[in-house]
Every structure is written in structure tokens, then in C-alpha cells.
């Protein structure tokens, strides 16, 4: 089975000056305090006069001394697990991906708007934490809206067939929760989930599925907003922001289209939470970016071809000779709004 990497996803940090001070004596064993100021008139001990130590007061008592070290062992693990688990689930994504060199952010096949949205931002955070990433999928992007949405938003995605082909182990789904569509993708193992659709799949270290919500654009939007994130508007630098970390505006672009994609513009299948992601996402939204998505130009071949399979050639044959010479036409179709007072929600307090 392919595994993601197996590296520990927590990293413990030490102090920089660790002193072990004796209590004064009371009768019973020493105890021990780790302490990173001056000792003052406690007195520093030196690490194997502790052990010696302590060899002489618990004696032949090894049993104790053994659970003692076990103790103090699960202690400091439990201390460990509840930092993690009281961290934010955005707090925890930023610490799994900053603790990997490489990963895939893997989307589910034939990615439509919301896929392309999570794997884009996921790539976006990564970059900003020195982490390599290649975003990948299978099958094919045909349908007009997620062609316009690709190449709007200038999306550097690579197609894959076998597992051999995606370019790292540590693999992070997006927008599904198990992987499907190539020869060989029942082997693999995430190494992360981050999702919103029912389903039993699981990552190795981290799972984020959410059924309530109507988007895993609106997840990932979370997470950028758990660690602070500051979206950047599309006509500053992110540098201008100020802050540690940013949501780029193709990005915000990308994850609001997909929030609107999957809810047929906050109407179906929405939550609070949707309409809070989106305000969030508001301040970086690229307004030309996200008219060129919703209202996508169409080739006067797109049109012949469709034509033709609705009416036959004889109105194809008349469609080609209006469209003749003109390489390409507008169209307009039911598209998510564009305009800020189409959708434009405030946030709750």
C-alpha cells in the first residue's frame, strides 16, 4: 500500500536553557522543577548528580522509579495531545503542511469549480510555509464553466492515470474523501481529508469532513481565517497586508466562485457558514476575475458543435455562417452573480 510520509506531525520545541533544581528536603523523594530563570539560592544541580540522586533515595525500589518515569512519560504526552487538539483545525492544516517538504493536494476527477478552489488556496498556504505542492487530478476538465475557471484563475494543474504519477507520498485530498478515477488509487492512504461530502474515507493524520456545509471552499476559507489570514485585494501587493500570512486574490477569487458554484449562488444547500466564509472572503475578491469566470467567452466552434448536436446540420450550417469570421462571441448564461450587491452578506457578530 502507498502510504503518506510518516513523519510526526507535531513538533515539540525545547527551551533554550533547561536547569533541574532540588526542592529543599522534606523526607520524601526530591521533586524535580524545570525552570528557565535563574535558580537563585536553590542551587543548580548537575544533570548526573540528579541521577545519582535519586539511584540513592529510591534504593532497590525499582518498581516505583519505573512508574514514576511512566507517569511523568504519559503526562507530558497527554500535555502534548491536548496543545493539538486545542488548536484550531486551520492552526492544525498550516502545522501538517509546514511539517512536509513535498505533497500532492489530489482532487477528486473531473474537478469542477469548488475542487479547483480548495486544492489552489491549500497550494497557496503551502507555499507560504516553504512546502513544495503540485496539485493534481484525473480524468478530464470539459465543461465550459471549469475550462473558464482554470484559465482564468491561470491554474498550473497536472493530470494523472497511475498512482506512480502523483509526485509526492504525503497525498492531501480535497473536496473528496476517498481516492478514485486512476489505476492504482484504491492503495493509497492521505495523508489529510478535507471535505464536505458523506462518505467513510479518512487521512493518516488529519480528517476535516463537514457535511453541514455546502462547500469545501468554505472550509478551506476557514482555515485561512483561523490563523489570521488577511485576503489581499486585488489591486495591492501582498506585502501591503502587513500580515504573516495571506489568502492571495486569485485564490479568494477561486474559493468564493466555488462557494456560489456549489450552492447555486448561496441558495441550495447553504449554511451560515457559507455566507460567513464568503464575507471573509469579499476584501481579496478579483471582481473582473470573477465576471470573466461566471459570463465565459465561447469559441464559434463550441457553438457550431453544440448546434449540431441539438438541431442538426442544417442550423449548423446556419449558425456557421453568422459566426463565420468572428473568432469568438459572448454568451451569457445563469452564472453566479458578480456584482458585490448581488450576493454581498454581512457578517455575524
Known amino acids: 500500500m502507498l502510504s503518506s510520509c510518516c513523519t510526526n506531525g507535531l513538533r515539540e520545541t525545547r527551551p533554550a536553557r533547561t536547569h533541574f533544581v532540588l526542592s529543599e528536603p522534606t523526607g520524601r523523594l526530591p521533586t524535580f522543577i524545570v525552570n528557565d530563570a535563574d ?24 518498581e516505583l522509579f519505573v512508574a514514576i518515569v511512566a507517569i511523568a512519560g504519559l503526562a507530558g ?18 502545522q501538517l503542511l509546514a511539517d512536509r517538504e513535498t505533497v500532492t493536494v489530489l482532487m477528486h476527477p473531473n474537478p469542477d469549480p469548488d475542487a479547483m478552489a480548495s486544492a489552489t488556496a491549500v497550494a497557496a498556504l503551502a507555499e507560504q510555509l516553504d512546502t ?12 465550459q464553466e471549469n475550462r473558464a475557471f482554470r484559465t482564468v484563475l491561470e491554474l498550473d494543474l497536472e493530470r494523472i492515470e497511475h498512482v506512480t504519477d502523483l509526485a509526492a507520498e504525503a497525498v492531501i485530498l480535497v473536496d473528496h474523501n476517498a481516492p478514485r478515477g486512476f489505476t492504482g488509487a484504491e492503495g493509497i492512504l492521505p495523508l489529510a481529508v478535507v471535505d464536505h461530502h458523506p462518505g467513510e474515507g479518512t487521512g ?4 476535516d469532513v463537514r457535511t453541514d456545509y455546502g462547500s469545501c471552499s ?6 485561512f481565517e483561523d490563523i489570521g489570514a ?43 457558514v457559507d455566507f460567513e466564509a464568503a464575507s471573509y472572503l469579499y476584501p481579496g475578491v478579483g471582481q473582473n476575475q470573477l465576471d470573466r469566470i461566471a459570463n465565459p467567452e465561447v469559441d464559434a466552434e463550441v457553438l457550431e458543435i453544440k448546434a449540431r448536436a441539438i438541431a442538426g446540420g442544417g442550423f449548423a450550417a446556419r449558425l456557421r455562417s453568422v459566426t463565420w469570421g468572428r473568432s469568438r462571441t459572448r454568451t451569457r448564461s445563469h452564472r453566479p452573480p458578480t456584482r458585490s450587491s448581488d450576493w454581498r452578506v454581512s457578517r455575524r457578530s
Request: no cysteine; proline share 3%.
Open 132 to 143: 513544495e505542492v503540485t496539485i493534481q487530478y484525473s480524468g478530464q476538465i470539459r465543461h
Open 230 to 272: 488577511v485576503p489581499v485585494p486585488a489591486e495591492q501587493h501582498a506585502s501591503e497586508t502587513g500580515s504573516k500570512y495571506v489568502l492571495p486574490s486569485g485564490a479568494a477569487t477561486g474559493l468564493l466562485y466555488g462557494i456560489l458554484s456549489d450552492t447555486k449562488n448561496l441558495t441550495v444547500g447553504a449554511a451560515a
Open 77 to 94: 504526552a497527554a500535555a502534548i495531545v491536548y496543545r493539538w487538539l486545542g488548536q484550531s483545525s486551520g492552526e492544525r492544516f498550516k
Open 39 to 62: 535558580v537563585g539560592h536553590m542551587g543548580q544541580v548537575a544533570v548526573g548528580g540528579v541521577f545519582a540522586l535519586i539511584e540513592n533515595l529510591v534504593g532497590t525500589r525499582t
Open 204 to 207: 493518516e493524520l488529519f480528517t
Open 218 to 223: 468554505s472550509i478551506v476559507a476557514e482555515y
